[in-house]
């Protein structure tokens, strides 16, 4: 019956679809790294026909390079491209020409979280133990601000630089915590392996809320038409997948089958509560109180108004 529904959804909007499908506008949009459930709005807008129902067809981009998505937009060679809210401050901060149109996650993913013999249960008995980090910076920054708020300095850790080996890192106990695991994903992994992870959240300890993922676009194309009509049809793509998760996740894997795993399936429940019902929605406040936090902490050396990097669109 379920799947009768999905295909009944389907074969509906494909019918506004028409004619019109043949005159989509190509748009191009580069993932922040390999399709994943972080990205799975994205394929329910494409399964449920609202990208083509909106006039575009969408081609969905996975980098050779994590780094590449910004610098291949600011260089016009893709459209938009999938990236962070602490990023975009950055990039502002460097004179980079380019904007948040939209946001894909609307709260943080990213925690500080420990396992081992149980000696870590608060965040206070951190004191004295190695916390590993996969950047400089942000990471270091959130860790920070995390252990103020339980009378701590991060003078009162070694901190160790892990790259993104982190559930490796945890699990050899070259570390006692690591701080950048998100909660949907490598928090999972760890309990898959076998581990009892003990996690602290950010936004619990002093770190301003934020937004994880968000669509980026050059400033010399905030007047195009195509992106509104892109936020539009995700608006609805979302909630056809909090809908249809379990049939979303059936085409995923179909046309991803080397994701079909346990991991990725647990991530996408895990994920499905984070996604923005609006897209398009800016909450400036956030934004302003998050550039503050970063100011702070001397991630970046001067305000930028927020209209000059984040905008919602009309």
Known sequence: MRKLVLGLAVAALQLVVGASAQAADKLTLMLDWVMSPDDAPLIATKLSGAFAANGLDVEMIEPADPNAPPRMVAAKQVDLCISYEPQIHLMADQGLPLVRVGTLVDTPLRTVTAVGDGSIKELADLKGHKIGYPIAGVAEAIVGTMLQSVNLSISDVTLVNTGFQQVQALMSKQVDAVVGTFRNYEVEELKL????????????????????????????????????????????????????????????????????????????????????????????????????????HKLIDKKVPVDDYAVQLQ
Request: glycine share 2%; charged share 30%; aromatic share 14%.
């Open 193 to 296: 392996n076998g581990a009892k992870p003990v996690v602290f959240y950010p936004e619990e300890h002093s770190v301003p809320i934020y937004d994880e993922l968000i669509f980026v676009a050059h400033k010399d194309s905030l007047k195009d038409p195509r992106f509104l009509k892109f936020m539009t049809a995700l608006r609805s793509g979302t909630i056809f997948l909090l809908n249809h998760p379990d049939e979303v996740w059936d085409e995923y894997v179909k046309e991803y089958p080397d994701r079909n795993n346990e991991l990725n399936k647990i991530s996408w429940r895990a994920t499905l509560a984070r996604f923005s019902k609006n897209p398009a929605s800016l909450d400036r406040a956030r934004y302003e109180k998050f550039e503050e936090f970063m100011l702070t």
